[in-house]
């Protein structure tokens, strides 16, 4: 090949060669701008993890509730006189017996012995006549002493045994009426606001009284329940006692724990619900007269039912599920029906199986497939259930 020939052969390669680098580099530019502009993996999704444990849970009803004392006492006055005393302060805790006031006792006093007077003298005059009913007799068999006046004797004696009975009426009548005018608690419990100031007169007719009286401890709550839980509620009182809860109205406190005392004797056709009351020791005095609370009322027990968080549920379009965790730490959706909730916990009847874990938390973030971990303190065991 001549020097010729060879020239334009030469060039061609070298064409030929510097547009395959250039294809090589336009390709490996095109390859980084594109793993440049590829989304970075999502990272995992923090979340709260809860086993689906089986759980002995009692199962309720519940109804809204008003708190009533267990006694209410208005206490007033007996007998008419001036307010000498009030010997208790408001808001004070009293007890049976306690003093509550004083009404001014020296008109009721002056009775008394008046009537304890006349009774002394109506006795001295049954004792004379006594006397001479018995001497008329020692005289009537000698003719000194006629029949009449035997007869008008005794008839005398008996009047004033007679009079002697309604003077001890009187005095024990006229002591009743000394002792009204100290007034005394009737129960334990709490005073109210005084309605009556010292130095007022006051009168038996009086119905506004001197203070309120309420019992605290223990304490009753009235409320009321849909009639289509009557027979639970009646078939678990034929079984023993049957307990109560009372908790807030947002249902996050629980106030105290009771016992149902009663269930009315008929059903509110206008509301359709029956009243049960439940009386609570109120020991910390949770529970105050007028208060509106919620009761859940015991009617079984459900042994071993697979319960799960109720902030595990979530409601969709076509009703409640859950997200199950994965061994993967990936989520799926489950649906699930469930039954009674029981404080934070809720009873699932279908979809889960004990020993799952279900998402907790943070549900909002995850779809289908979503990768999670666990937060350290709810995190699965190793190997854990799917």
């Known amino acids: 090949m001549n020097s010729a020939t060879a020239r334009p052969l030469l060039l061609g390669v070298a064409i030929v060669a510097i547009a395959g680098l250039g294809w090589l580099w336009q390709s490996n530019r095109t390859g980084q701008a594109a793993a440049a502009k590829a989304p970075a993996a999502a990272p995992a999704t923090a979340v709260d993890v809860a086993k689906v444990t089986p759980t002995d849970v009692p199962v309720s009803v519940e109804g809204l509730g008003t708190v009533q004392a267990f006694y209410t006492v208005t206490v007033t006055a007996r007998v008419d006189g001036q307010l000498d ?72 004696v008996a009047q004033l045994e007679a009079q002697l009975q309604a003077d001890q009426a009187s005095i024990e009548s006229a002591r009743t009426q000394l002792d009204y005018t100290t007034i005394t608690s009737p129960i334990n419990g709490r005073t109210g606001v005084r309605l009556v100031d ?7 007719a009086d119905t506004a009284g001197i203070v309120v009286l309420t019992q605290l401890q223990p304490i009753s709550v009235i409320l009321a329940l849909p ?10 009182l034929a079984r023993g006692p049957v307990g109560a809860v009372a908790v807030s109205r947002d249902r996050r406190d629980e106030l105290d724990r009771g016992t ?6 008929l059903i509110d056709q206008t509301t359709g619900t029956v009243k049960v009351k439940a009386t609570f020791p109120n020991a910390h005095r949770k529970l105050w007269p007028g208060q509106f609370v919620n009761v859940r009322v015991q009617t079984k027990l459900r042994k071993q039912a697979l319960t799960i968080p109720f902030s595990a549920v979530q409601r969709g379009p076509d009703g409640t599920f859950v997200y199950v965790v994965q061994k993967d730490m990936t989520v799926e959706v489950v649906p699930l029906t469930l039954g009674e909730q029981w404080g934070d916990l809720v009873i699932v009847e279908h979809g889960l199986e004990a020993g799952q874990s279900v998402v907790a938390s943070n549900q909002y973030r995850l779809q289908p497939k979503s990768a999670i971990r666990a937060n350290p303190a709810t995190a699965p065991a190793k190997g854990g259930a799917s």
Not at 98 to 112: E, F, K, N
Not at 227 to 236: C, F, H, R, T
Not at 260 to 265: C, H, T
Request: net charge negative; aromatic share 4%; glycine share 4%.
């Open 85 to 156: 005393k009030v010997a208790f302060t408001e808001g004070q805790e009293v007890r049976k017996g306690d003093l509550l006031a004083q009404i001014d006792p020296r008109p009721y006093q002056a009775a008394l012995d008046q009537a304890t007077a006349a009774a002394a003298k109506d006795a001295a005059q049954l004792t004379n006549a006594k006397l001479d009913l018995k001497r008329y007799e020692l005289l009537a068999p000698e003719q000194l002493a006629s029949k009449q006046t035997v007869d008008t004797q005794r008839a005398l």
């Open 198 to 204: 010292p130095g007022n007169n006051v009168r038996a």
């Open 227 to 236: 009639e289509e839980s009557l027979g639970d509620v009646n078939a678990a």
């Open 260 to 265: 149902v005392a009663l269930v009315d004797n």
